[in-house]
Nanobody
Framework: QVQLVESGGGLVQAGGSLRLSCLAS????????MGWFRQAPGKEREFVAA????????YYADSVKGRFTISRENAKNMVYLQMNSLKPEDTAVYYC?????????????????WGQGTQVTVSS
């Protein structure tokens, strides 16, 4: 059974930074595209970023491009999301997820395993 556990969320002022971490169980971690999604109250879950199996290619939502960086350490079964220049509109629960599709498939339905989420709150 695959388990994903996120950490690193919290409260930060606008313009600040946070680093989210996701620890994945399972021996085949390096075989899958990993992604981050977020969901704000009253809104649908939306794609934030994805990273390919080796970490060599990354994909971002336009709203976070240039501010967020996704990375992974396959030896540690870890995925990270470095978030800089945070804005109040970045406030949401952030989820780590494992894809069963191609890297540029940003649909939530392409991701079959999800973490429990970590809250990120950006104050103005």
């Amino acid at each position: 059974q695959v388990q994903l556990v996120e950490s690193g969320g919290g409260l930060v002022q606008a313009g600040g930074s946070l680093r989210l971490s996701c620890l994945a169980s399972g021996r085949t971690f390096s075989s899958y595209v990993m992604g981050w999604f977020r969901q704000a109250p009253g809104k649908e879950r939306e794609f934030v970023a994805a990273v390919t199996w080796s970490g060599g290619n990354t994909y971002y939502a336009d709203s976070v491009k240039g501010r967020f960086t996704i990375s992974r350490e396959n030896a540690k079964n870890m995925v990270y999301l470095q978030m800089n220049s945070l804005k109040p509109e970045d406030t949401a629960v952030y989820y780590c997820a494992r894809s069963t599709s191609v890297p540029d498939d940003t649909r939530p339905s392409a991701y079959h395993y999800w973490g429990q989420g970590t809250q990120v709150t950006v104050s103005s």
